[in-house]
C-alpha cells in the first residue's frame, strides 16, 4: 500500500484552510490511512495556527509545521514538495483549493501507473478549462481515456511521486539562476513574479520534454482568493467537480502516440495529420507562438503576409479537428513562411478578431455585454489607479 500524505499550503488565510480542510475532512478514502500535514508560513496572525491545530482529522495523523520565519509561497511550496522524502507522494493543496469528494481513488491510480514513467513529472487534480497565455477557451480532445498529458505543470492541486519530485528538485538546484534559458514559454510565465515556484517547474517540462498527467473531470477546483498573487478574488478559474464515484480510472499508457499538448496547450500530433515533420512546423492555433524557432510551415488563426497553402474552416470544437478532420474554410491557415503572400487589411483582420470571439462566446446578449464591459472597464481603472 502506497504511503500518500495530504500536505496543506496555509499562510494568513483562516477562511480559505477552513473551507479546504471541510471539503478533505469530507472525502472518501477508502479506509486509508492518510495523514495530514499542514504547513503554514510565519505572518502576523495567529488565527491560522490555532485553526489548523484545533482542526480534527479522522483519517491519520495530523502535524502542523510553523515555519518560524517568512519563507515566500516559492520557498514554501519546495520545503512541502520535500516532504516526499518521508512519503512515497504528497499531494499538495495550496488552501484556496477545493477538492472534490472522489478525488483520492484518482491520487492512488494514477501514482500507480505513472510513478515509474520517467517522462511523467507530475499529476494534476485539477483540468483546465482556459488557456490563461492565451486568453481562450481549452478544451482537449477526447481520446477515451480519463486522462491525458500536457507540458503545463500544475499548481491548482497536484501531485508528486519520491522519484518525480527529486527529479524536478536536482534540476531546479542546479538551473535556478537560469531558468528560462534557451526555452519557448508563453510570454505570461515569463512575466510571473520571482515568488513564483511554478514557472520553475514548467521551465522544467519544457526543457526536459516531461508532461503532467491531466483528468478530463477535475478532482480539484480554485477559488483564486486574494492573496500573494492576487490582489481581489474571482470565478475565473472554477471549474466542474467530479460528483461521483469512478471505480477504476482508464489511464492512457504514455507512448509515442498519446494524446499530448505543449506548454502553449497545442496538440503535438497535428503535425502527424498533416505530414509535415513535427520540427518543420509550428502549431499555432491559439496565435501566441510567435513561429519563435522560425520554422518553414506555420498553422495558426493568425492572419499574416505568408504564403497561405491551405485555409481549414472554424467551426468544430476543439479547433484542431477542422484540421484534423480536412474542413475547408476560413478561419485557420497553413502558410509556408518561405514565401510571402498577399499582404492582409486592416477590415480583414477585423472580421477574424470577430470571428475568433464569435467562436469562443456561445452566447452573450446585448445588454449583458455592456454590462460585462462597464465592469470590465472599472476594474481596469481602479488596477491602473492602484499600480499608480
Known sequence: MKNIAIVVVAYNRVKSLKRLLISLKSASYNGVN?????????????EVAEFANAFEWPYGEKEVIQHPENLGLRKHVLFCGNLTKNYD???????????????????????????????????????????????????PLNNGFDAYFLQYAQSWGQVWTKRMWS???????????DWSEKVNLPNNIQKWPDSSWLKYYISYT??????FVYPYISLTTNFTDAGT???????????????????????????????????FFEQESIAVD??????????????????????????????????????????????????????????????????SGQKQNSKKKNLQNVSLIRYDVRALDTRSLISLLKYELKVAIQKRLRNK
Open 274 to 339: 498533416l505530414e509535415i515533420p513535427k520540427e518543420d512546423i509550428c502549431i499555432d492555433l491559439y496565435g501566441y507562438k510567435n513561429n519563435e524557432k522560425k520554422q518553414r510551415y506555420w498553422l495558426t488563426t493568425k492572419q499574416l503576409d505568408y504564403k497561405i497553402i491551405k485555409e481549414y474552416t472554424l467551426q468544430l470544437k476543439p479547433h484542431e479537428l477542422n484540421v484534423i478532420n480536412n474542413l475547408v474554410g476560413n478561419g485557420i491557415y497553413l502558410y509556408d513562411t518561405s514565401y
Open 206 to 211: 519544457t526543457k526536459t520534454n516531461r508532461y
Open 229 to 263: 498573487h492576487n490582489k481581489v478574488s474571482n470565478t475565473s478559474f472554477q471549474v466542474p467537480l467530479l460528483s461521483y464515484e469512478i471505480e477504476q480510472y482508464k489511464l492512457p499508457d504514455f507512448t509515442a502516440n498519446s494524446l499530448k499538448y505543449d506548454v
Open 167 to 177: 527529479q524536478f528538485y536536482e534540476w531546479y538546484i542546479k538551473s535556478e539562476n
Open 34 to 46: 492518510v495523514p495530514l500535514i499542514i504547513s503554514i508560513d510565519k505572518s502576523e496572525s495567529m
Open 89 to 139: 507522494a504528497v499531494i499538495v493543496l495550496e488552501d484556496d483549493i477545493y477538492v472534490s469528494k472522489y478525488f483520492y481513488k484518482y491520487v492512488y491510480q494514477t501514482v500507480e501507473k505513472y510513478d515509474s514513467c520517467d517522462l511523467i513529472a507530475g499529476i494534476s487534480l485539477y483540468t483546465h478549462l482556459w488557456n490563461v497565455g492565451a486568453n481562450r477557451p481549452f478544451t
